[in-house]
């Protein structure tokens, strides 16, 4: 049997994250609390850390947005006084990141790390770079929960202004990956296909977007009866407003 896969979606750019609502739910109230206070930060440094699609990338591009910090790009000893952002801080070389870390350390820049584990959990060979991330703060956000990804969705359809039925939303949320960033690509598929038919998203509609979103996902099709179950009169609302954003 061939293995499912997903159809990952396009990362999108730093400013199209910052520009973003961050949804504000218990399972990224920790870091929003330490992003907001740096000078909590031991020794100017915060290592945020999450599982895939825990909005890590949201997180570090909005705080980049409000804090004027820049992404680092290799440099042995980066411009300062403008915080470094390291995404993915987990793969980078070792030495070259102890050398960052002391850089930023002697030109007295802040420093925003996220990765996948915390740094306990990294294998590191450097005792030097070991001791240093033992010494940073380090703050988790945790999986997201199911409210937080109904109201995501709810906004991405919304903002495209697609009227999807209250029953036909729980109906490709039970099914869709548990993923930001390809519940984006869900909405932007069910766009589409609304524009391009020139209908109301339907269930069957929305069950060939998620075929093809994650094949082997959605059903062969669904009938009128269950389209009309599961859908709205008109074919595109006006914007609404949603909690938790």
């Given amino acids: 049997m061939t293995a499912r896969q997903l159809v990952l979606p396009l990362p999108l750019a730093a400013a199209d994250l910052a520009r973003e609502p961050l949804v504000e739910m218990p399972s990224n109230e920790a870091a ?3 992003l907001a206070a740096p000078e909590r ?30 992404p680092w790009c290799g440099a ?16 980078i070389d070792e030495a070259a990141l102890f050398h960052l870390l002391n850089a930023a350390a002697e030109g007295g820049q802040l420093v925003l790390l996220a990765a996948r584990e915390p740094p306990s959990r990294w294998r590191i060979a450097l005792p030097d770079l070991a001791s240093r991330l033992r010494a940073s703060s380090v703050i988790g956000i945790g999986p997201p929960e199911d409210a937080l990804l109904e109201a995501l969705f709810a906004r991405l359809l919304d903002e495209r202004h697609l ?28 766009d589409h296909a609304s524009l391009a038919l020139g209908r109301r998203v339907t269930r069957t509609m929305a069950a060939a977007a998620l075929a093809e979103l994650v094949p082997g996902e959605g059903p062969p099709g669904a009938g009128p009866d269950a389209d009309e179950d599961l859908t709205v009169a008109s074919d595109r609302a006006s914007p609404i407003g949603l909690p938790f954003l």
Avoid: C, M, N, Y
């Avoid at 290592?47 to 910090?69: D, M, N």
């Avoid at 042995?76 to 470094?84: G, H, L, T």
């Avoid at 999807?164 to 932007?188: N, Q, S």
């Fill in 32 to 34: 929003r609390q330490w």
């Fill in 41 to 70: 930060w031991s020794f100017g440094r915060l290592v945020l850390w999450g599982g895939p699609a825990t909005g890590k990338s949201h997180f570090l591009a909005i705080w980049a947005e409000g804090h004027g910090g820049v």
């Fill in 76 to 91: 042995a000893r980066p411009a300062p006084p403008a915080p470094i952002i390291v995404d993915d801080a987990d793969l």
């Fill in 163 to 190: 009227a999807v039925a209250p029953a036909l939303r729980v109906w490709l949320l039970r099914r869709a990956p548990r993923d930001p960033g390809l519940l984006r690509e869900l909405a932007a598929r069910l």
